[in-house]
């Protein structure tokens, strides 16, 4: 016995009887070690997951199809990492009028009205809000799928370039999410958004001087005008302004296969999750 003695013989505050453990008794403890060691794992697991379904995520289009609106590859795309990543979330559109209406089998401006966000409803399955309903304390994260519609819909970039202008509801939730320090993501030509509303931030349009991105070169150029600095980066990576808490992704900047992009892209939506 251990201890100091008590009443009735027995050790106290605490005994302890020596026995010599046997193998049988080695092997259970051991086997009961590893059990607690996996449950451990798990619920390390299990609390990482919640915390990535805790993210709740904006992700704002510019209307459907890639010459009038939001890419619907990329848009399909960053839904599906964010749903991998555990992520929750909401879909926003300006409702405005689209720039015009193209004819994607031709290529052709047609003589069509169409609303941005009725467009966009398309590809939210109907669920999706008014941009100007969009609370920022409700959210931890934005995200800008590309296509024209970013550059028509969402700013007149596709008119003017650098001297454009932003849509006052869609600078004014960058600011929002930028002055809470909360992470905004951005792919294909929509980082222009960012070089407009943030001079000096750090974003991607892909690499330079490389015939596989052929409107690159135009676009870093602009942006470096803005005041901005173009990190050229491939297509299956993103690249993170730390400072800024902004994420880009080139995606079909490059003319690049499809999985190229998806990884791009899956690329952005991580770094986003990482920082909210």
Not at 196 to 201: A, L, R, S, W
Request: aromatic share 6%.
């Amino acid at each position: 016995m251990t201890g100091e003695q008590g009443r009735g013989g027995l050790s106290c505050p605490t005994f302890c009887l020596y026995v010599r453990p046997s193998a049988a008794m080695i092997s259970l403890l051991q086997l009961c070690g590893r059990n607690f060691l996996t449950r451990s794992t798990v619920q390390v697991a299990n609390k990482t997951y919640s915390a990535e379904m805790s993210k709740r995520v904006a992700v704002v289009l510019a209307g459907c199809g890639v010459y009038d609106g939001s890419e619907i590859h990329e848009a399909s795309s960053i839904l599906v990492h964010l749903s991998r990543g555990g992520a929750s979330v909401n879909m926003f559109a300006p409702n405005v009028e689209q720039m015009h209406v193209v004819d994607h089998a031709k290529g052709e401006p047609t003589q069509e009205k169409r609303n941005v966000l009725v467009e966009s409803a398309r590809l939210a399955r109907g669920n999706i809000q008014d941009l100007s309903k969009l609370s920022v304390k409700d959210h931890d994260a934005i995200i800008f799928p590309g296509g024209f519609g970013a550059a028509k819909n969402l700013c007149t970039w596709a008119v003017k370039g650098k001297d454009c202008s932003v849509n006052s509801e869609v600078k004014a939730v960058l600011e929002a999410f930028h002055s809470e320090g909360k992470p905004i993501g951005l792919c294909c030509i929509s980082p222009v958004l960012a070089a407009k509303v943030f001079p000096g931030c750090e974003v991607t349009v892909g690499l330079e001087n490389d015939d596989k991105y052929p409107n690159t070169t135009d676009t870093a150029a602009a942006i470096n005008q803005l005041g901005c600095k173009h990190m050229s980066t491939a297509v299956s990576q993103s690249h993170v302004d730390h400072k800024n808490k902004l994420v880009t992704t080139c995606a079909f900047m490059c003319d690049a296969p499809i999985h190229e992009v998806f990884d791009g892209i899956g690329s952005m939506v991580q770094g986003v999750l990482k920082l909210a």
